[in-house]
């Protein structure tokens, strides 16, 4: 590769429509980049990360000239495969005490969550978006059994020593909302805000407006040093920038970026037809995480065809950040026998919609944003909690690109950078294990 010029290995590839855009009626895509076009700064990436960079960007800097280069369509990459939760509070329960420096962290975590969630607020309310799209609704968290249950206990007295609301919930308390006995207990909490994540992205796309740029159907092939800044090569255009934000995620390394610094997990999700609200009682709209790591996200969605449940879980780890078929296809099986178990009201029900959506993470599960090169700002590591986390990155990218210092900066500064992952073929068979032995532990919750 000659000096200066970063060319993309392949190209990000999407498995399966995600039900998601399936829901959504037909959408005209914004035009692709044809030609020469100037800015000011670039982002490459139209999911939550880059979303959030423009937004950020086109705020401290109303006059910037700013380029978002998706290279597909909107709401049908990574963003749009998202299970829709934009959570406030750390995402996996542990049992340990937070005492000392574990606080000051699951504070800091909570205030970049909550940032994230008010970026994301303020888009919907200055555009009058319906709950639909963004919910405010809270979360829960449910368990399945006796280790689930305790696990739920144990966060719950974390919550209390950090002042957090809460709200335990039994089983029968459970089965009033879930509308089935099949959960042991939940604990609820109200921060979280739920959304329809392609038709959010979509609708954030469309939103941002001149003198910001979007470009669909737009895969950048080459990033090449220009003078100080940058010339980013399309199939049909180039892109002249003095700064450039790859907010791409895992697809920086496709790059030649970030080496040993990514791992590259796929979760999967289904989606039910729709079915008749009578066949399952409790609330229509309300979504809930495991108790337990790796287990089992469920959200049941009203609508005016009915009512659809998602189930969420499985999850494959995939160096060359692309899935088969079969591997949806299995995971697929696993979500019918989740189904199954946990809402016998539907028995018989057959799920719509299968997708998988890649996910990267670091070793150590702190986020990436840095200048790689003199103005080329990567934002990558979401790290299981994508809608969250990668909004996160993309507002502390755009706000390190223009100088910006926010107290969401100085929080991302305290962070230890990412660590080194294995070398291959270790980092494969220690993520493959990792993963196996995380499900296996997380039972069936």
Known sequence: MAPGVLRARALPVQPGLPGWVALLPARTPRPALDGAITADIAVV????????????????????????????????????????????????????SLGGDSADHAR??????????????????????????????GRYSIARGAAGDRHLVDY????????????LLNADETAEVTGTTS??????????????PADFARRFADALRPPVTVLERSPVTAIERQGNGWLLRSDHGTVAAGQVILAVNGHAQAFGLLPRRLMHVFTYASLTRAFDPARLGGARDWAATPALPMGTTIRRISG?????????????????????????????????????????????????????????L???????????????????????????NATANGIVAAERALGHLSELGRNFARTAPPAAVPPE??????????????????GDE
């Not at 994230?116 to 639909?132: D, F, N, S, V």
């Not at 719950?156 to 709200?167: D, V, Y």
């Not at 959960?183 to 329809?196: H, K, N, R, V």
């Not at 670091?362 to 809608?387: F, H, K, R």
Request: glycine fraction near 12%.
């Open 304 to 360: 005016a065809d009915g009512d659809r449940v998602l189930v969420r879980s499985r999850y494959t780890y995939n160096p060359s950040i692309t899935v088969s078929p079969g591997a949806v296809a299995r995971a697929g099986r696993v979500h019918d026998r989740k189904l199954a178990s946990r809402f016998p009201q539907l028995a018989g029900e057959r799920m719509e919609h299968r997708w998988a959506g890649a996910m990267a």
């Open 362 to 388: 670091t070793w150590n599960s702190v986020s990436i944003v840095d200048e790689v090169e003199a103005n080329l700002w990567v934002a990558a590591g979401c790290n299981g909690v994508g809608a969250t």
């Open 183 to 196: 959960f042991s207990s939940a604990l609820f909490t109200p921060g979280t805000a739920m959304i329809q």
């Open 108 to 137: 800091r975590d909570i205030f970049k969550n909550r940032s994230a969630i008010a970026l994301a607020q303020g888009m919907a309310e200055e555009h009058g978006w319906g709950r639909e799209v963004f919910d405010p609704c």
């Open 45 to 96: 990436g139209a999911g939550f990360a880059g979303l959030a960079a423009a937004r950020r960007l086109s705020q401290l800097g109303p006059d910037l000239r700013i380029a978002v280069l998706e290279a597909g369509i909107i709401g049908e990459g990574p963003a749009g495969r998202n299970s829709g939760f934009i959570i406030d509070l750390p995402h996996e329960v542990s049992a340990e």
């Open 156 to 167: 719950a007295r974390q919550l209390g020593s950090l002042g957090e609301p809460h709200r």
């Open 425 to 442: 073929p270790f980092a494969t068979i220690g993520g493959k294990a990792t993963l196996a032995w995380k499900e296996w532990r997380a």
